[in-house]
Each structure stands twice: as structure tokens, then as C-alpha cells.
């Protein structure tokens, strides 16, 4: 529940900000060629694509059995951490500039194309971050079934109404939630949950046999902390723990913050 909840909630705070953006720069534009109804009807049409994937992949999924089923779930649970990622990457290299540059490509395309610009943009920025909780969810759903799953979905639920509760107060300048703050210290739990999607990416490949466990286990640590138990599933969960991994796994798990670390570097000053 907690991670379907933290999805939602990130990614919805998100889509939520853009759309203040567009709303506030509407009313202060003041201009008659450009509504409100555009931005909603943006709105609609980026959920709109986001329930097409949705029901696009119930149904690939449906006509899918055995070894099939088990690569398509495999995909969808690498590309989910690989979006996750990315993400956050590029919220760390656009989000302190989101709103100025926003403004400045809805000013420059509503002059040639008025209000289809207000609802693309909506549309862009609802639809991707639609799809991409699509993907997530997916991907986090993959292993779950009956209370378990409804569990999942309520999470997502809560994570939306905290979402509003979030974005009013960013956008309402409160002193001890800025938005910069929000965005970096939920990039760390995003970051463990993408890398936490990998690992179960890699052991489905591992079973299938698509890929070898070079040895395993490296270690067993399961007196410690075991699989098992409530701390190690909550670990599971949100970071990838296992009591007993594969070299493989280690390999992909160390590899992704290596990777991360690389592309997430700050930029060199000249």
C-alpha cells in the first residue's frame, strides 16, 4: 500500500503543479482566444490516454500465457524503474525553472496557436504522468492479488488525496513545505523504489532462465533481517532488499545507483 501511495502521490503533486501553471498564466494573460475550458479539456484528454494504456495492457496481458506473460510482466516492471528515473532526473535538471519555462512556451505557441496550445500542453503533461503511474502501478500489481491488491489501490486513492492536500500547500508558499524541499527528499524514495522494481525485473528474468544467477546466494542474512519478516518486506518494498541475493541481482542493483550517480551529477561550471 505504502509504495502504491507514494507513486500516486508524487506523481499526481506533479501533474497538479502544471496544471496550476496553466490556470494561473490563463488569468493573468486575460485573452479571449484562450479559456479555461481549453486547459480542462487538456485535462481530459492526457486521462483519456492514460485509461487507453491502461486498458491496452489488461488486454495484451489477457492474451498472454506462461513464458509470454512472464517477459511482457518483466518489461513493464524495468521500463516502470527505468520512467521512475528518469523522472527524477529530469525534474532535478527542469523543476527550478518548471514555472518560467512553461510560461515562456505557452506565450511564444498561443500566439500562432491560441488555445489548442493551453489544451496540448495539459494533455502532454497529464497523459505522460498518467502513463506513467499506469506503468508503475502495473509494475507493483504484478505480484499481488485479493486483499493484497485492493490494499494497493487504496493506497493509490489515499496517494491522490494527499496529492491535492500536498500541491495547495506548495502552491500556497508555505515556508515549511517548498517545493523544492518536497521534490528532493522524495527523489531518494522514488530512486529506492525504482531500484526496488529492477531487482524484481531481474529475479523473473532469473527464473525464466533468460538470465544466470552467476551464484547464489552471495550471503544469507536472513538472521538479521529475513524476507519474511514485516522490516524485511517493508525493505523488499521500497529498496530492493533480499536476505538471500544472486550475484546477478547485486550486480543490477549496485549498477543502477552507479548509473544514477553518473547521470544525476551536477553539471561542470565553465
Known sequence: MGNSLFIVWRESVEAILVISILYAWI??????RIGVHHLWAGVAGGLLLAGVLALAMLGLQSQLAGDALEAFQAAIVIVAAGLITHMVLWMRAHGRHLKRELEAGLTKAADAAGGVSVAL??????????????????GLGVEQSGEALNRM?????LGFVLALATAWLIQRG???????VFFRATEIVLCLLAAALLVSGVERLINMEWLPPLLEPVWDSSALLADGSTAGGIAAAFAGYRAQPSLTVLIAWFGYWALFAWFGRPPRRT
Open 174 to 180: 508555505s515556508h515549511w513545505l517548498p517545493s523544492r
Open 27 to 32: 488569468h493573468a494573460r486575460g485573452d479571449g
Open 153 to 157: 489501490l487504496a493506497g493509490a486513492g
Open 121 to 138: 500542453l495539459a494533455a502532454i503533461a497529464v497523459g505522460r504522468e498518467g502513463a506513467e503511474t499506469v506503468l508503475f502501478l502495473y
